[in-house]
């Protein structure tokens, strides 16, 4: 038969590559248990279904479509090759992608797979795997499976070096065997986590549904999950070929976005192949739910293992299930369940809980509660209401968002997502062509834009939604008593900084309506400062990056460099920012 995707040589070559390898024998008996009277039907039935996706998808099965029996055999087989493995080792693994398989001699296959451990690691791994199949595929009925061996890769072929240029430029520590960053291997930039921190919750008197998250479109959708295992794309747009393929939404794990400071994740949960997995929807050109995509379970454990951490204690994560009833109907159990099980009761605020109080919770109640994360579906599916909120945002796409040059028509009250895809199949769709790309999150600060949700998010998009402290700042430990002020740079950005309090600077001053001014004089630093204010303003802080940016303008208009906030009003009320700011600010000073 030869090698699909792969040339003989190039597949000899992978197997050379390993430096150590794990070489497990063992026989099993018939994968399935015996043939019954229903087994062809059976076979039938979830062949169709492999055939269906296989049809389609970029895989080295596609080539096999005009012998559909036999396709459904060797997605089996690799799919018990890798059950047979992890059984051995006695650890789970989870198939997620076969990249390639080579024909040994009539019934015999030897496959290349990537597959992926559980928790604490959720790394990628390759299993080199060759498996003696019966030919009763060829009479529609399943056939036997007996595993020769299994060689799991301890190496990396390019030696943990990133190829991927998303990687690079996160400064990623170590990389896969496809050049992609491993999950939680982005160092975290203590300067860009205190700035968006700060950010949050700056916002903490808000109800929760009305508090601005950076958000990851898809979040679920990433090479370091092992989804877009074939991307060719160059980011950013324009892509380098109009036939270049672009999968996969993400290039970093869920553990790094939310190091990173992404606190809104998306999901797309589908019911497909016996379970909920979190999949890309199947409208356009795209080929669907896949038998081997990441199943919610491990991808809620994931989040949950972030959570439960205790230098992640006080943080508050979204998560959003674009979901409905052509998704995941008759499946609550498979929703609710990974819930409980891998995020906890203790820790999801849950529509009871909203029911009891009449309202969304402020940001400052949560934590005093000790919640850490709500679900929020995007209609009105809400499998029960045990833990997914009914959706209450609206949304348009980037490319909208940017048709109209005044925040794309929106108020600061208004609660929208802004979204963005970044996929390309080829001459089939161009996602950044029909709705556009987020590549700077400062026009969404600014406007206030409740959610922008952007694709490929790494540290250099994330820096572009800072608009508190500038780089290098705060330069001392911050108390309740520091004197913080807007400062404009001859690079004309404009940020925060520590200054000297008796510096004589002019003042930030808000009237109840949401009129931002400056003091009618300079002077230093005072926690009052109302006998400078207007009549009817007072010394105050900007919650967000629409109340920064009307400082920013006022001051501008005024011709002054500087502007002092009334930290105080903020940091006096704060339960635990504080606490946060020294904990991040010892890292940054080591």
């Not at 026009?443 to 508190?468: I, S, W």
Request: charged share 20%; hydrophobic share 35%; proline share 5%.
């Amino acid at each position: 038969m030869g090698v699909v995707q792969e040339s003989t040589a190039m597949f000899v070559q992978h197997v050379t590559r390993i430096l150590v390898l794990l070489h497990v024998c063992y026989s099993v008996g018939r994968a399935l248990g015996q043939i019954s009277s229903n087994e062809r039907l059976d076979f039938d039935s979830s062949c169709a279904a492999y055939g269906r996706y296989f049809k389609r998808a970029p895989t080295p099965l596609k080539a096999l479509s005009d012998t559909p029996s036999l396709q459904c055999a060797l997605a089996k087989g690799a799919e018990y090759a890798v059950a047979a493995y992890s059984r051995s080792v006695g650890k789970k693994f989870s198939l997620r992608r076969l990249s390639a398989f080579h024909a040994v001699g009539n019934s015999s296959y030897t496959f290349r797979l990537v597959i992926q451990d559980g928790s604490p690691n959720w790394q990628l791994h390759v299993l080199i795997s060759s498996i003696f199949i019966s030919n009763d595929w060829d009479r529609n009925i399943w056939p036997d499976f007996k595993v020769l061996s299994g060689e799991l890769l301890l190496s990396t072929p390019n030696n943990g070096i990133c190829g991927d240029e998303r990687s690079k430029a996160a400064n990623c520590t170590q990389c896969d065997g496809d050049g992609h960053c491993e999950r939680g291997k982005v160092p975290v930039d203590p300067w860009l986590k205190l700035a968006l921190a700060t950010q949050v919750s700056l916002q903490q008197d808000l109800p929760m549904d009305k508090i601005q998250l950076l958000a990851a479109h898809n979040a679920f959708n990433a090479r370091a999950s092992g989804y877009g295992g074939d991307d060719s794309c160059d980011w950013p747009p324009p892509y380098n070929s109009e036939t270049c393929i672009d999968l996969a939404n993400q290039e970093f794990s869920f553990t790094d976005l939310l190091n990173m400071g992404v606190r809104a994740m998306e999901i797309d949960p589908w019911w497909c192949f016996l379970k909920i997995r979190m999949s890309h929807a199947d409208d356009h050109w795209y080929f669907g739910c896949g038998p081997w995509d990441r199943e919610l379970s491990d991808g809620l454990e994931e989040i949950g293992d972030w959570l439960h951490k205790e230098e992640n204690k006080g943080e508050v994560v979204r998560v959003y299930l674009e979901d409905n009833t052509d998704h995941t109907q008759g499946h609550d159990d498979d929703i609710n369940g990974p819930i409980k099980e891998h995020i906890g009761d203790d820790y999801v605020f849950t529509p009871a809980e909203q029911k009891k109080i009449g309202r969304w919770p402020t940001l400052k109640e949560l934590r005093a509660a000790n919640k850490s994360i709500f679900f929020v579906t995007d209609g009105s599916y809400t499998h029960g209401g045990v833990y997914v909120h009914q959706g209450y945002n609206d949304e348009l796409t980037e490319k909208k968002f940017a048709l109209n040059s005044d925040c794309g028509g929106l108020s600061p009250s208004n609660m929208t997502r802004v979204y963005c895809d970044s996929t390309h199949y080829g001459p089939f769709w161009d996602g950044p062509a029909s709705t556009g790309v987020i590549v700077d999150f400062s026009p969404f600060m600014k406007c206030r834009v409740l959610y922008p949700a952007a694709d490929q998010v790494g540290p250099d998009l994330l820096e572009t939604a800072v608009f508190t402290w500038d780089r290098g700042q705060p330069s001392a430990v911050l108390t309740n008593k520091s004197c913080v002020a807007i400062v404009l740079a001859s690079n004309g950005t404009f940020r925060w900084s520590l200054m000297n309090c008796s510096t004589s600077l002019r003042s930030a001053c808000a009237n109840p309506s949401g009129s931002w001014v400056l003091s009618t004089s300079p002077s230093p630093y005072q926690p009052e400062q109302t006998v400078t204010c207007p009549a009817g303003y007072t010394f105050s802080i900007p919650r967000d990056g629409f109340q920064n940016e009307q400082v920013h303008k006022a001051a501008v208009a005024a011709a002054a460099k500087g502007v002092w906030l009334n930290w105080y009003e903020f940091a006096s009320t704060s339960d635990n920012f504080l606490s946060l700011a020294k904990k991040v600010q010892r890292t940054q000073m080591k």
